[in-house]
């Protein structure tokens, strides 16, 4: 079991930058692929970005791709999305996520734990 807690979402103007953490529980948290989804009101759950269990590999959706960077931190259990150039698109609730065994990284449905979600809100 992983539980999953996020922060560091608020209110910023367009071309902002924020970071937000997400700290997981459990001694098994090197072994997850973790994401990155959000999802605005009244839209789906969109896929922003992945890192595997190393921290070398990296997967972004194309609308963030240049502006955000997924990382990680094994020994603190945390992984973190560095958004900068905000813009008022990327308004959204944003979720951590963990996968176990995963072979679409895009999909939200491969992900076994997901976080209570953190507001990010961009001004233009």
């Known amino acids: 079991q992983v539980q999953l807690v996020e922060s560091g979402g608020g209110l910023v103007q367009a071309g902002d930058s924020l970071r937000l953490s997400c700290a997981a529980s459990g001694r098994t948290f090197s072994r997850y692929t973790m994401g990155w989804f959000r999802q605005a009101p009244g839209k789906e759950r969109e896929f922003v970005a992945a890192i595997r269990w190393s921290g070398v590999t990296t997967y972004y959706a194309d609308s963030v791709k240049g502006r955000f960077t997924i990382s990680r931190d094994n020994a603190k259990n945390t992984v973190y999305l560095q958004m900068n150039s905000l813009k008022p698109e990327d308004t959204a609730v944003y979720y951590c996520?963990?996968?176990?065994?995963?072979?679409?990284?895009?999909?939200?449905?491969?992900?076994?734990?997901w976080g209570q979600g953190t507001q990010v809100t961009v001004s233009s």
């Open positions: 996520a963990a996968a176990v065994n995963i072979v679409v990284i895009t999909s939200p449905y491969e992900y076994n734990y």
